[in-house]
Nanobody, 120 residues
Framework: QVQLVESGGGLVQTGGSLRLSCAAS????????MDWYRQAPGKQRDRVAS???????NYSDSVKVRFTISRDNAKNTVYLQMNSLKPEDTATYYC??????????????WGKGTLVTVSS
């Protein structure tokens, strides 16, 4: 089984910054893509950013330039640096990893989320 623990959420003012972390643990053999999603109240969950094992990144248009995704393969951890935050960034942020374990084939695993609130 794989456990994902997100941290770094909180309350910040408009224009501020936060850094989210998501650490994967368990019987992991390999992690391919790592992603950040977010879900605002009453809205669908949308992908914010993704990064491959080799470091190729991709961002949604709404966060491009302001957010940076990175990963530490040795620590099975993915980060999301969020700068110039706006009230519309308020949401619960979830990490997702595409992972191969010693007992399960490649599949997605989700974290439980961390709340980011941006005040105006």
């Amino acid at each position: 089984q794989v456990q994902l623990v997100e941290s770094g959420g909180g309350l910040v003012q408009t224009g501020g910054s936060l850094r989210l972390s998501c650490a994967a643990s368990g019987s992991i053999f390999s992690i391919n893509s790592m992603d950040w999603y977010r879900q605002a109240p009453g809205k669908q969950r949308d992908r914010v950013a993704s990064i491959t094992r080799g470091g190729t990144t991709n961002y949604s248009d709404s966060v491009k330039v302001r957010f940076t995704i990175s990963r530490d393969n040795a620590k099975n951890t993915v980060y999301l640096q969020m700068n110039s935050l706006k009230p519309e960034d308020t949401a619960t942020y979830y990490c997702k990893v595409y992972c191969l374990t010693r007992t399960q084939p490649w599949r997605d695993y989700w974290g439980k989320g961390t709340l980011v609130t941006v005040s105006s």
